[in-house]
């Protein structure tokens, strides 16, 4: 048994105040909607972590690199998350999904719409443009990378690639990760316009969920 001076906030126990756990378990066919997560300062990384692995929520931190001095005048690249103090979350629009998520240690609260009781929510279309500013913002230093022959693609895996604006991604693998201009070689799984084998900009790939 814990005593009551060692929990935290976002602590689990059951009726006996022994440390518990508790998921979510939410099935798959329930519709779950983008919400607005508020955090402590400094601690996006680590409340999406807990979220995940405490709740069994998949949790989604846009995050960009940048460069910041280093220390007797170079510079190294740090990643920070593109909207500090927000966590995005897929959940069900229910009171005890939202209660779990408030009890987590780290979460301040849910972003609401002016005048609203309810959390606020977000589109899928709003989160995947996000997830392209994101793509795009780290493109530049992934084109080094991949001009470098340090790609962080690996030859042979699966992807997802945006390779028609406006059409649906298309599953391919990837090719060749070395190239001057830094773009990446990829195979897709049927022909399009004639031909599978297609040089992209990294921005235009996404992983695939396992």
């Not at 099935?27 to 400094?42: A, G, K, T």
């Not at 972003?111 to 606020?120: D, F, I, K, N, V």
């Not at 604006?165 to 830094?182: N, V, Y």
Request: charged share 30%; glycine share 8%; aromatic share 8%.
């Amino acid at each position: 048994m814990r005593s009551a001076l060692h929990l935290k906030k976002g602590d689990v126990v059951d009726f006996a105040g022994r440390a518990s756990s508790f998921r979510l378990d939410i099935p798959d066919f329930v519709h779950r909607c983008w919400h607005v997560v508020m955090v402590d300062p400094c601690t996006d990384r680590s409340v999406a972590k807990r979220l995940e692995e405490d709740l069994g929520l998949l949790p989604y931190v846009p995050q960009e690199w940048r460069s910041v001095p280093g220390g007797r005048g170079r510079k190294r690249e740090v990643q920070v998350p593109m909207l500090p103090g927000y966590v995005l979350v897929g959940l069900p629009d229910l009171d005890w999904t939202w209660r779990a998520v408030l009890a987590t240690r780290g979460v301040e609260g849910f972003l609401h719409r002016s005048g609203s009781q309810t959390p606020a929510t977000l589109s899928d279309a709003s989160v995947e443009r996000l997830r392209y500013a994101e793509r795009c913002a780290n493109n530049k230093r992934e084109k080094r990378l991949a001009a470098a022959g340090k790609s962080e693609w690996q030859p042979g895996g699966d992807v997802w690639v945006d390779l028609v604006p406006g059409f649906s991604p298309l599953l391919a693998k990837i090719g060749a990760t070395k190239d001057p201009r830094g773009r990446i070689e990829i195979l897709l799984e049927e022909d399009v316009f004639g031909r599978r084998a297609w040089s992209v900009e990294p921005k235009q790939l996404r992983r695939v969920s396992v």
